[in-house]
């Protein structure tokens, strides 16, 4: 028999490094921080572990060629789970020791860590146990902690408790492996990927295994499980899993038994899913005919990520993680692109999913009407003064602040609204403009700020003040300004205050005038919501059947029309100013935007996502809603292009006037960027080390 030293003990909450596998192409998603994991489910042949080792080798090799790190099989797969006394008989184990050492000689060449289910003996007892197995050595056996031994089950007819085995080896397909249920399996060469097994009902107790395995850096945790089937039995398994991935900040992948199984008094219906950090990101059909699996590439840096900033997790490691085993081993990722297996939303701030998008509209809306009402009855009820322009900003303040005279019992024609035309401004946004103020029952007058920039720009000795085509940022910032400078002192005249209308994507991007400009106002009710929400909240309000057909008919003109800031005249063309054409779509920086806030994540990670998500308008699923006419497509030059410029104005450039903006509510779980919340940051930073880790993984798209 070979023998080898147990796995050396490491300190609990062992540090996972975030650094990236340059020796992989960037096609490979192992290079960019994921780990492809599969749940699976096998037909049993019941007490043949023969024939079930093959069923598991034949799997394996599925999930091998699919480029799959780690593999987990159902409790007790290599005997079957309800063979009751037969489990005792030596017949039976000596088979099962002969089936764990082909599967160990087969693994050799295959890729996956396979974790499988059998009985072993040890000691005086019967061990109901995970085999971890890995390219023909036995890493170690994490015996079952908890034994159910009520209702249907009688787990402790049979087997010992595993939960006292800290410490132990076991002899097992001839050699010596670590045994107990403190084992952690780290891969050296993928970084984050370290790995916990538990079986069955070890989740169903208190404080599972897995939660102290976690807290000892275990980020991908296995359940191999029996579990018969009961009317309710899927979705408690579903919220167990669910919310041991959410609380653990972990994947949990669990596998249950199913087609095979003895049904003398109970039946099986093979369930498998994938969850991570509570997000499902796989799961099979139940009661399936032959082998299925759940497979998903699982997000180690965002569940590192999320790691480093929720403290209260190691915090928790600090007085309750008892002392964990580390085996280590060496997976070889495959080099190759394999694809990405996990579902990508293009619009990370907007789900996908009609009630999921109602709800979040919902609560958007709330949130900014709450949050405003609060505002100004603390102030004495003011007038609300707003600028509008008949764009998507300030379309969507003018019905949240119509709703919060509502609810605050006030006339909407106490809402003071004004549009002021500059030297761009289009007859149809204004037109649009005094239509939505007069539909929703404020009061609205124009003020032409012509005069007063011309007079401004002539003092200053512009050119455009001598009549030349002079549109450059100052000729832009003396209208944004003058705008701004108008409504203060409107407010000052009329006991007022001045609601803001920048949102989270213009102030990520520092796309406002700084000072007396459309980046301060008295309160700002929009700066928690992205761009690429907005829209569906005004659809959500259309939707809603409370506003009049000529409200309807206005917002789905703003809708309708392209964003622009109307600052320059329009070209010979006859085109007006566009905002995407000179910062780049919103759609690709608010998928930055969400990844760089939320998660932390490199620029080469957040390029190789987006050039997923964005590639084929055709694959995946879009917002409902969302036009079918004008779902664009981005390759990776010009997902890079757009990074590159939303790098360089988000770390280098606007924080300075982040740093100064007024007070309004977070919307967003993903974050907001108050100076005096989510994200606090230098004004003075500089965005060279975010542009070097983009450059260096994607030089090509950088080429002339």
């Known amino acids: 028999m070979r023998s080898r030293d147990p796995a050396a003990e490491v300190p609990p909450g062992a540090c996972q490094t975030g650094r990236v596998i340059t020796d992989l192409p960037f096609e490979s998603v192992y290079r960019h921080g994921f780990a492809?994991?599969?749940?699976?489910?096998?037909?049993?042949?019941?007490?043949?572990?023969?024939?079930?080792?093959?069923?598991?080798?034949?799997?394996?090799?599925?999930c091998d060629a699919e480029g799959v790190a780690v593999a987990v099989f159902p409790e007790l797969c290599l005997t079957g789970y309800a063979i009751d006394d037969l489990v005792m008989q030596d017949p039976l184990l000596d088979a099962v020791e002969a089936a764990l050492e082909s599967l160990v000689a087969a693994s050799a060449d295959l890729l996956p860590v396979l974790l499988v289910g059998a009985p072993l003996r040890h000691g005086n007892r019967l061990f109901n146990c995970a085999v971890v197995i890995h390219r023909g050595r036995v890493l170690g056996v994490a015996p079952k902690a908890y034994l159910p031994t009520y209702r249907e089950f009688y787990e402790h007819r049979w087997y010992a408790r595993g939960d006292d085995q800290s410490g132990q080896v076991i002899a097992v397909a001839g050699e010596?492996?670590?045994?107990?249920?403190?084992?952690?399996?780290?891969?050296?060469?993928?970084?984050?990927?370290?790995?916990?097994?538990?079986?069955?009902?070890?989740?169903?107790?208190?404080?599972?295994?897995?939660?102290?395995?976690?807290?000892?850096?275990?980020?991908?945790?296995?359940?191999?499980?029996?579990?018969?089937?009961?009317?309710?039995?899927?979705?408690?398994?579903?919220?167990?899993?669910?919310?041991?991935?959410?609380?653990?900040?972990?994947?949990?992948?669990?596998?249950?038994?199913?087609?095979g199984e003895s049904t003398n008094d109970v039946s099986w219906d093979g369930q498998t899913m994938i969850y991570e950090g509570g997000q499902l990101l796989a799961t099979t059909e139940r009661f399936p005919d032959g082998p299925r699996r759940s497979v998903a590439d699982v997000d180690l840096d965002r569940l590192r990520q999320d790691r480093i900033r929720q403290g209260t997790f190691d915090d928790n490691r600090r007085t309750t993680a008892p002392a964990f085993r580390t085996v280590s081993f060496e997976l070889a990722p495959p080099a190759a692109d394999i694809g990405l297996r996990r579902a990508l939303d293009r619009f990370p701030f907007v789900p996908d999913d009609p009630a999921r998008l109602a709800q979040d509209c919902y609560e958007a809306f709330n949130i900014q009407v709450s949050g405003l009402v609060q505002r100004l009855q603390a102030i004495g009820n003011p007038r609300p003064v707003l600028g509008v322009s008949g764009g998507l900003d300030s379309t969507h303040a003018l019905l949240v602040i119509a709703r919060a005279m509502d609810r605050m019992g006030r006339p909407r024609s106490d809402i003071l609204t004004y549009t002021l035309p500059g030297f761009a401004?289009?007859?149809?946004?204004?037109?649009?403009?005094?239509?939505?103020?007069?539909?929703?029952?404020?009061?609205?007058?124009?003020?032409?700020?012509?005069?007063?920039?011309?007079?401004?720009?002539?003092?200053?000795?512009h050119p455009f003040a001598a009549g030349e085509p002079v549109h450059d940022v100052t000729f832009e910032n003396v209208q944004a300004g003058l705008r701004t400078d108008y409504l203060f002192r409107l407010a000052n005249q009329n006991g007022g205050i001045v609601v803001g209308t920048g949102d989270l994507s213009e102030i990520a991007l520092g796309w406002s005038t700084y000072g007396v400009g459309d980046q301060m106002s008295h309160y700002s009710v929009n700066p928690g919501i992205p761009k690429t929400l907005i829209q569906h909240v005004i659809r959500w309000v259309i939707s809603s059947g409370e506003l009049s057909a000529d409200t309807v008919e206005v917002l789905q003109a703003v809708l309708d029309t392209e964003i622009s800031p109307e600052l320059v005249p329009a070209g010979q063309d006859g085109r007006m100013q566009s905002t995407e054409d000179r910062i780049g779509p919103y759609n690709l920086h608010d998928f930055t935007l969400y990844?760089?806030?939320?998660?932390?994540?490199?620029?080469?990670?957040i390029a190789f996502l987006a050039a997923h998500a964005w590639s084929d308008p055709d694959a995946g699923t879009w917002p409902a809603g969302y036009p079918e006419g004008e779902r664009p497509a981005y390759d990776l030059r010009t997902v890079a292009k757009w990074l590159e410029v939303f790098l360089q104005r988000f770390f280098g450039f606007a924080q300075f006037k982040r740093t100064a903006i007024p007070n309004g509510p977070k919307v967003s779980p993903a974050g907001s960027l108050s100076p005096r919340g989510d994200w606090r940051a230098p004004s003075d930073g500089n965005a060279r080390v975010w542009l070097a880790d983009l450059h260096a993984a994607v030089p090509e798209a950088f080429e002339d």
Request: with cysteine; net charge negative.
């Open 36 to 62: 492809r994991v599969a749940a699976c489910t096998i037909p049993v042949a019941i007490a043949d572990p023969a024939s079930n080792a093959a069923a598991v080798l034949e799997s394996a090799r599925a």
């Open 176 to 259: 010596t492996a670590p045994f107990g249920p403190d084992l952690l399996f780290d891969a050296v060469d993928v970084p984050g990927l370290t790995l916990h097994a538990e079986v069955c009902e070890d989740v169903w107790v208190p404080i599972p295994p897995s939660s102290g395995a976690a807290l000892a850096g275990a980020t991908v945790l296995a359940n191999l499980s029996g579990s018969p089937i009961t009317i309710g039995r899927a979705d408690d398994r579903n919220l167990l899993s669910q919310s041991q991935s959410l609380r653990c900040l972990a994947a949990y992948v669990y596998a249950a038994a199913g087609q």
């Open 425 to 461: 401004t289009s007859e149809k946004t204004k037109r649009n403009a005094i239509a939505l103020a007069t539909a929703v029952g404020a009061s609205i007058e124009e003020i032409d700020i012509r005069p007063a920039a011309s007079e401004m720009l002539s003092r200053m000795g």
């Open 595 to 605: 990844h760089v806030l939320r998660f932390g994540f490199r620029p080469s990670k």
